[in-house]
């Protein structure tokens, strides 16, 4: 069946409902709902939580009045009863309802339920004598676009249930469905729309995470074994790792030391080098990327250093320059800001062969820059780098190897779902001198006293960050915006400072700048929002200040937090919060007491657990439609071990695994289209 051809959609509909990515009723039956609402449980009024939607029965007692406040606003109110209390309940704008209500009557409403000491409300409720419709049920509530109501979704995928549920497929054998106990795919597709109880959505969104799951981490398998098998580089069996350790004026952690030897062995091998290293803010990874460039350049290979930014490219070009001077690499810096004649003798360099080192942004995989001998490719902070750039830039040269550094630690298995093409190694101790930085937690009231710990550091010639979660003022959340709040602190307490502003909805070259000056010391404070959150060094910076950081999990609070400590100086955070929950209470607590990422990222996935029926789905992968690789890490754990069975016994050969082979090929070729830059 056409899309066209499901009942509703004409042709403007239609459009919409590309814009959204649907183009297919298989497309159409795949857009799951971001959130339910559980309208299937009645409730006595007197047992309701503020705020919260659910539904009561009731009868009115007072007979429905309509108000005319102002042109084209009018209210119309009335008093109900359910035998435990009374609720005032009110509609906008719909004068109608005053007809619809009798006295004596049973009725069932459903919103949300406003609660002050013993005085309820209830504005604009969904109004039935009957207990169905849209009443009695688990209700889906689907993202849509103008022109698409919610009404319309659920008639369009109740059509296309009804009339192509039989072209459904299992893309999970029916062997292994049945050995693992998962639902079949009919059911669970029937069953993620329309829902009759919580413990049916649980079983339906298991069945779709599992199988979602289980291709991309075949694809991912697969995509590492192709990689892997074509034709690869192998370096010279040298000493000049070894020199380059006995050159260090400190001494490599045991983590650095494995993580070099796993490079070596790999880029020694008869095997192409697809290595993640993974290590927490300030672990020294830049040191074993280091080594790999020796190696590369000891066999006469070229090497490329690819950052997402360009402050973050200036910044390894200047370290790389400082620490290759000594052993005669020449470095180059590839970045947009060049001028044309710098730019046309840079990529001469490249294209000569006389630079050994080039770093910058994904300016270095666009068609015009041509490699003499490009042997390895190094990108940093791999979470804003897709598989798409690695083989993008690995097509430069003749298959060099690659290697990923990411300073955001998960799990292992959590690892494999993100990384499935690479080989991992962990760097998960700290250089030997490195303070930890002291963290605190405190309530809004502390703000004077936190302004005078930052001016006092300030004289003493160091630098601040204040970063707070949005970018200007929300109507629905009370909390600090980077507008405002930059405004606020520059006129309350430091007004005779140097104070920058960063968000993310300013143009590029005006980040840029803004980060340039805080960098070079030029700004003293940055209010920003999270965008500072990855890679960059500025190490006279050594307070920062999270406002509403209980709006944050504990990773991002750690990422953040990440951007002081850069040096040997003292560093702070402090925790601006209006904590209030038990989980949110807890987290603070944990930020305080604990330093380490990879144990702040495990204590992470379990408060937030797998998710609940009522919440909303964010995904880890922008290709993955109902997985959350944070939330769902039970599953993931689950399909890890379905995966390696499948690739153990070669499962993907046989003829019954054929729909499974399909998807794993769509996924990989997503995979590769997915270049998107940050």
Known sequence: MELSEVKGIGKKKLEVLNSMGIFSVDDLLNYFPYRYENRSIIKNITDTRDEENCVIKVKFISKPITKYLRKNLNLTSAIAFDNTSK?????????????????????????????????????????????EGKLGIIYPIYKVKKGITNNDMIKFIDFALKHCIDEIKNVIPYSMIKNYDIENKRNAIKNIHKPVDYAQFKRARTALVLEEVIIMQLAMKSMKTSLNNENYIQFDEDKSIDYFIKSLKFELTKGQIDAVRDIEKDMISKKRMNRLVQGDVGSGKTIVAEAAIIKSFSSGYQSAFMAPTDILATQHYESLSEDFSKFGLKVCLLKSDLSKSEKNSVLEGIQSGYFDVIVGTHAIIQDFVEFKNLGLVITDEQHRFGVGQRKKISDKGKNPDVLVMTATPIPRTLALSYYGDLDISTINEMPKGRKIIETYSVGFSYEKRIATFIRKQIESGFQAYIVCPLIEESETLDLENVTELYNRLNNEYFSDLSVGMLHGKMKSPEKEEVMKDFVEGKTKILVSTTVIEVGVNVKKANVIVIYNAERFGLSQLHQLRGRVGRSSNQSYCILISNAHSDEQIERMNIMVKTNSGFELSQKDLMMRGSGDLLGTRQSGIPLLNIADLEKDYDLIEKAALITEYIEKNELCKTKEYVYLNEEINKFREKLLENVIFN
């Not at 409403?109 to 409720?125: A, C, D, H, M, T």
């Open 87 to 131: 609720i005032n309940v009110s509609w906008f704008n719909q004068p109608f309802i005053r007809n619809q209500i009798l006295p004596n009557t049973t009725y069932y409403l459903y919103g949300k339920i406003q609660r002050v000491q013993n005085q309820f409300k209830i504005s604009s409720p969904i109004l039935s004598k009957t207990f």
